[in-house]
């Protein structure tokens, strides 16, 4: 039996147990509390605490896994919802991207098990390329999008999505924002509920979109839109907060307790979802103000939802479009729009922030890799992770940044088009898994003449040291096969492979030097762990002999945090000294000494053996 819309309205507080959760920590027991059965991701901040949050629980409760990239996560759920169980797949807004192929279609499709996409958006660009709003692509799919306010309306939310999902027959997305993602506050949970599975349902022109299916789908899927708008005008997820009727104010997800901090007695109308909106409940709510504003983080898209229904409505003249919201930018906006009287600002005095540029970590094994790559002198197209950092001084090692395995592809237009310098692409091991093997077979067959430089740290580093396909580790820590990425390689045609440690500067220069001039398509694969993740990796560490350095700073090119100027000089020129407490005895600064001025603290040089 399909659940009833008056069922799956959340109801807080069905379990007197409280407990501090994340927004990510909430989405994930919403989920489980609803019985889902399959949930997959690829990590992506601010995304990623979902699906390691779903591996605490029962492995006899669900499957959950990482996926290689969000396609494949999102293609693993629904074929979960195909098999009649409850699925979820989680990623960052990005990552929507990756998937949307599959969504697009998925949407005429419809569900079988519920299925729920916990999409995590990012304004104010914390760790990501771009601030896109997902509560677009949900109206581009005609796939409703449940936005909380809270870590308590995030499990509610989601538990909701998965009975919604099975009543009108659609995914759902549950959109979250990175403040909420992880901000942690009291929340009320409940115990789990199980749905038995449903069984395949035999029906092929509801199953397989090809062209004739698809037009009778889409107008299934109209129809929906519809069921869903209807559903929405008289649902609690939508609260009126009657106020002061000279004013009234629209809003939905982290905003809300914004505007409730800001102006505590006012008229606000929040929305429990952003796609689609309930037209008749807006109208009644704007007719019932004098003047309306509309507070939404991003694009205007409930703004130009009102306004299209007829009324004039106040937004984004006075609420950025681009950033993070906070209380200050509220109360800002509403200064401006005459609403709060302008505060007296009285001089105050502000310490001046520590300048901290990013940079890599102490004996990160990117470090080498890059300077190889600047000292060749090459067009560099990068790629997404922790080594974008090497964009910036003292590196330098990089020209072009577009997306998740982008880089292979870009270095093959690069090369096709004539630039003048030799053409090189970075990208890690798990972003090269992600996306970047066919950008590597497209260079094979299309004979470009480029280097790859595939930096295996045998981890997803940049979001917190996860799993992949390369570690050899499922998300439950569980043995797996591991990739063997110059077998893989040499699969995909490239004849010249070759794997350095990424610790030894003279091979890794010289690999790089005899790459760069093969022609046609070359791999050079570094080979060492991250330093931090899945643990800290620490050999004795260096010291410099100060009596001994020359000040040359040739050492200070790594860009490596351990290193700082002394208090004595030479000729001028401060002298360097290097902080045992970060430390790791890399010892690439001893390599690039010209003075042969660095020793570790027990007088020799041990290279860290590889974890």
């Known amino acids: 039996m399909h659940a009833t819309p008056e069922k799956t309205e959340p109801k807080q507080g069905q379990s007197q147990e409280s407990r501090p959760l994340t927004g990510n920590e909430a989405i994930a027991r919403g989920a489980w509390e609803a019985g889902v059965a399959v949930a997959a991701a690829y990590p992506g901040t601010p995304s990623t605490e979902i699906l390691e949050s779903l591996a605490q629980y029962p492995v006899e409760d669900l499957h959950a896994q990482w996926s290689t990239n969000e396609k494949v996560a999102l293609d693993v759920a629904i074929g979960a919802s195909f098999a009649g169980r409850r699925a979820l797949a989680a990623m960052k807004h990005v990552g ?49 999008v449940l936005e909380p306010s809270d870590a308590q309306e995030a499990l509610d939310y989601t538990r909701l999505a998965f009975d919604l999902s099975e ?64 559903y929405l005008e008289t649902a609690t997820i939508n609260r009126w907060e009657t106020g002061e009727p000279k004013f009234g104010i629209i809003t939905a997800g982290t905003c809300y307790p914004y505007v409730r901090e800001v102006l505590p007695e006012a008229s606000v109308l929040k929305l429990g979802a952003s796609w689609p909106l309930p037209e008749n409940l807006l109208r009644r709510y704007c007719e019932s103000v004098e003047r309306v504003f509309v507070v939404e983080e991003l694009e205007p898209v409930i703004e130009r939802a009102v306004r299209a229904l007829g009324f004039k409505v106040a937004g984004k003249e006075f609420f950025p479009r681009a950033g993070e919201f906070s209380p200050e930018v509220v109360r800002s906006g509403f200064e401006a729009a005459g609403v709060l009287a302008p505060r007296v600002k009285k001089p105050v005095w502000t310490p001046e922030p520590l ?33 974008t950092l090497a964009c910036l001084d003292p590196l330098r090692g990089m020209d072009t940044t577009v997306a998740m395995g982008s880089s292979i592809g870009n270095a093959i237009g690069m090369s096709k088009a004539g630039d003048t310098k030799p053409v090189l692409a970075t990208i890690g091991d ?45 998300l439950r820590g569980q043995d797996a096969p591991k990739i063997d990425y110059e077998a893989l390689v040499r699969a995909c045609g490239v004849s010249w492979v070759r794997t350095v440690d990424s610790y030894d500067l003279a091979q890794v220069y010289q690999t790089l030097r005899e790459a760069i001039a093969h022609r046609g398509v070359s791999v050079v694969i570094s080979n060492r762990p991250c330093v931090l993740d899945p643990v800290k990796i620490k050999g004795p560490a260096l010291q410099v002999q100060s009596e001994h350095c020359n000040a040359c700073q040739s050492c200070m090119n790594l860009g490596c945090p351990a290193l700082t100027w002394g208090d004595t000089q030479f000729e001028g020129r401060h002298k360097v000294k290097i902080d045992t407490s ?17 020793k570790s603290i027990d007088g020799g040089l041990h290279v860290p053996v590889k974890a």
């Open 167 to 230: 009543t009108f027959d659609t995914a759902v997305i549950v959109r979250c924002t990175t403040r909420l993602s992880h901000t942690r506050s009291p929340v009320k949970v409940g115990p789990r509920k199980e749905h038995p599975s449903r069984g395949f349902n035999e029906n092929p022109k509801k199953n397989v979109m090809i062209p004739a299916h698809a037009k009778l789908r889409h107008l299934a899927v109209l129809e929906r839109e519809a069921k869903l708008q209807a």
């Open 582 to 598: 970060l430390c790791i005895g890399c010892t690439l600064c001893a390599q690039v000494c010209t003075a042969d001025a660095i």
């Open 430 to 474: 798990s972003t090269f898994l992600h996306a970047g093997i066919p950008g590597l077979i497209d260079a094979v067959y299309n004979q470009a003449n480029i280097t790859v430089f595939l930096l295996d740290n045998h981890i997803t580093a940049m979001t917190g040291g996860q799993d992949h396909p390369g570690t050899g580790k499922t």
């Open 96 to 144: 929507l991207n990756v998937a949307a192929d599959a969504f697009m279609s998925h949407s005429y499709i419809g569900v079988n098990g519920g299925l729920v996409m916990a999409v995590c958006d990012d304004p104010g660009i914390h760790s990501s390329q771009n601030e896109q709003d997902t509560r677009i692509y949900g109206q581009l799919a005609t796939v409703p």
């Open 355 to 387: 300048a901290r540029p990013p940079v890599l970590c102490a004996g990160c094994p990117h470090t080498s890799c890059f300077m190889a790559v600047r000292a060749a002198q090459v067009r560099v197209a990068g790629d997404i992770g922790c080594y």
